[in-house]
């Protein structure tokens, strides 16, 4: 197993356990964990309670500590889209607002009008709060036709070039899976059963797969 580090060993990894014609079911089958081949693994620096590995080329393991006891889902990369979205909120207002509240201290502490200090004071240390809980910089990670939203990574700016890194990589794989699927119906109907394998499991709702259904079958009318 490598880390995100070694990013020229991470790329020479060849795609695994794809051959050119299985059953569907087949072809969703998630190795159990003695088959499995862990590639990298992808912990973030931000503090925030996820962790991601790649193993046998094609697949990913997504872990939440904070939800469910830590419990993982795994997503095959062949059916993940490689451009995932990017979700950025500044926050902008409630920072401003937050400048504003030390305005107030300065000007509070010049004139000693000391209420309105600690008042500034006490805004400035709220409008902190909601903007870091308003802020967010992530990465949305959607299924390729169903577009339905599976998992997300959150960006710092420890984490930035780190991150980068992993999603080409994960592009990467998940367009050599997708390559090796078979063409037109028979792509169709396997990426229906990954959304029906990803309901079977928790990962996502009826409602939602239901959903990526009509999607799936509205792109290849297309």
């Not at 000693?112 to 805004?123: D, H, K, M, N, T």
Request: aromatic letters at 8%; a positive charge; charged letters at 25%.
């Amino acid at each position: 197993m490598t880390t995100l580090s070694i990013a020229p060993r991470e790329e020479q990894i060849e795609l695994q356990g794809v051959p050119a014609a299985l059953d569907q079911a087949q072809l969703v089958a998630v190795p159990d964990q003695s088959d499995r081949k862990v590639e990298l693994v992808f912990t973030p620096k931000s503090g925030v309670a996820c962790s991601l590995s790649l193993f046998n080329g094609r697949f990913v393991e997504y872990r939440r500590v904070a939800r469910r006891k830590g419990a993982a889902v795994v997503f095959n990369l062949a059916f993940v889209d490689p451009k995932p979205a990017h979700d950025v909120e500044l926050a902008l207002p409630y920072w401003a607002s937050a400048v504003l509240g030390g305005v107030a201290i300065l000007a509070g502490a010049y004139l000693q009008l000391w209420p309105v200090a600690a008042g500034g004071a006490i805004w400035t240390a709220l409008s902190m709060v909601v903007a870091r809980r308003k802020q967010r910089n992530r990465w949305i990670f959607y299924s390729r036709h169903g577009r339905i939203a599976l998992f997300e990574l959150r960006q710092c700016r420890a984490d930035a070039e780190r991150l980068q890194k992993l999603i080409g990589i994960l592009a990467k794989r998940g367009q050599q899976a997708w390559n090796h699927l078979p063409a037109g119906r028979e792509r169709l109907a396997v990426e229906v059963a990954e959304h029906r394998r990803l309901q079977s499991s928790g990962a996502i709702s009826k409602e939602r797969y239901e959903r990526a259904k009509r999607r799936i079958f509205g792109q290849y009318k297309a």
